[in-house]
C-alpha cells in the first residue's frame, strides 16, 4: 500500500527552524516529482516547494525563497523541507505530494491537481 508520511513539525518561535521530512512506504520515490503544499485555517491549499524526481531542480513559493530548502534523499525514499527564518505567516499544515514524472521534467507547484499521492500533513506553527 502505497504511504507518504509527514513528519518534523511542531510549534517554533518567529525566526526559528523546521526540518519536515517526507517518507514513503510501498513504493520508491526516485520516479516521482515531490511537492511540498501548505494549507492555512481559512485559506487555500497552496504550492510550497517542489523538486524534480532527479533533484536537479527545485522551485519555490516567492514568500518562502532563500528561507526554505528542499532536499531528497532517495537512497532514503525521503525528501525534505529545511524550513529557516519562519513567520507566524508560515503557520499551517504542511503536506507532500507526489507526482510520476520523466527525466528532465519540471515539477509544477501550481497544478495541485497533478499530484497522485498526499501524505496526511504536520502542523507547523510559528508564534512567540
Known amino acids: 500500500q502505497v504511504h507518504l508520511v509527514e513528519s518534523g513539525g511542531g510549534l517554533v518561535q518567529p525566526g526559528g527552524s523546521l526540518r519536515l521530512s517526507c517518507a514513503a512506504s510501498?513504493?520508491?520515490?526516485?520516479?516521482?516529482?515531490i511537492g511540498w503544499f501548505r494549507q492555512a485555517p481559512g485559506k487555500e491549499r497552496e504550492g510550497v516547494s517542489c523538486i524534480t524526481r532527479s533533484g536537479g531542480r527545485t522551485y519555490y513559493e516567492d514568500s518562502v525563497k532563500g528561507r526554505f530548502t528542499i532536499s531528497r534523499d532517495n537512497a532514503k525514499n525521503t525528501v525534505y523541507l529545511q524550513m529557516n527564518s519562519l513567520k507566524p505567516e508560515d503557520t499551517a499544515v504542511y503536506y507532500c505530494?507526489?507526482?510520476?514524472?520523466?527525466?528532465?521534467?519540471?515539477?509544477?507547484?501550481?497544478?495541485?491537481?497533478?499530484?497522485?499521492?498526499w501524505g496526511q500533513g504536520t502542523q507547523v506553527t510559528v508564534s512567540s
Open positions: 505530494a507526489a507526482v510520476p514524472s520523466r527525466v528532465g521534467v519540471r515539477c509544477w507547484l501550481d497544478r495541485i491537481s497533478i499530484y497522485d499521492y
Open positions: 510501498g513504493f520508491t520515490l526516485d520516479s516521482y516529482a
